[in-house]
């Protein structure tokens, strides 16, 4: 992994054959990262995917082993258990430009990704959800 | 809704069964925004999407009943009549891994739709463009 | 082109005719911008999508001649041989609300495109990579 920072802001790119989740979660925690705002353009040649069953509430996962365009990607990284926890949703193409899409769980970078990243000061943590079964962000409730 | 609030920024988590569009029109007037580029990931349990036709210059609008994961949501909120106007376009991915999109007409969130949002304090406007139907942005014109 | 500034961000309207490609990367050399983070959300009567092939080491384009809604672009102009050079991908919406996606080689706009804009004041260069044979943002080595 590559990177440079602007004060709060970072532009990084994953080099071929790196994990993405695994690698950037140990950056954010290397860094001190508390709360991040992330999105990404590249190519991958596997993602898992997943899609959580509102029926079940639990994810159900597929592996995609093949060269796709990383044509979106965004989510967040907040603290659970007072580590880095990241939550990155994407779209993926295939060769005949059709796209395959969900929760990414892990995703095998080549031969580049490249990832803007926006911190912020203050920490935002998720906290157990019982009703969804999920670690949802714990903010604050907004009285309309 | 929830929301935590950073300087210009705001980290926010609408919260299931509440209405994405109407929510979000209510807290941008409630906080006084009169710009901001919003971004998302999250899920919903139903989406109202637009196409619009080029032909005809209106929307044609299709509801989708049925558990999404929101993987790709970007756009932004002006001033139309002076009140906050939400133009948002977005990426909802199936079960099996296929996604539909457009225009987002309305959204009803479940369990959870992080939102990223980054307000100016100047204020941008749409006006009225014949020649479309639509209410574009007001923005001052590039002289090359 | 129609823009309006707020310190180190912009938000800017492509009108309908224009090259999105080829008029950004006028705008940007022309505001001496050498670094920026990129996303967008409006329609296209043309897209010419990319591929990367990961056997032969090239693209592989495919034009898209019809209507689409821009329902995600994600990417970043960097510095290639002292010029603006963007790298953008992204999804586009039939009107059957499935999609098309990849690499933003051009596409025209029509009605409207919403592009928001970060700059950096430090610049990011790309450099050519043999392995790939693709120019990469040239950062500096994360030492983990």
């Keep these: 992994m590559r990177f440079q920072r602007f004060a709060d802001r970072y532009i990084a790119r ?9 690698t950037l979660t140990k950056f954010l925690g290397s860094e001190g990262i508390e709360f991040a705002n992330i999105s990404a353009a590249g190519a991958v040649s596997h993602v898992r995917l997943g899609y959580w069953n509102a029926q079940s509430r639990e994810y159900e996962f597929r592996d995609f082993d093949e060269q796709l365009e990383v ?27 059709s796209v395959v899409a969900g929760h990414i769980k892990e995703a095998r970078v080549h031969p580049t990704l490249e990832i803007w990243l926006r911190s912020e000061r203050v920490p935002v943590r998720r906290a157990h959800d019982a009703t969804s079964g999920l670690d949802l962000l714990d903010l604050p409730k907004w009285n309309a």
């Design 14 to 22: 994953l080099e071929s054959g790196e994990q993405t989740i695994e």
């Design 71 to 97: 044509v979106s990607f965004q989510g967040n990284s907040a603290l659970k258990d007072d580590a880095p926890f990241l939550h990155l949703h994407g779209v993926f193409a295939r060769r005949d430009f």
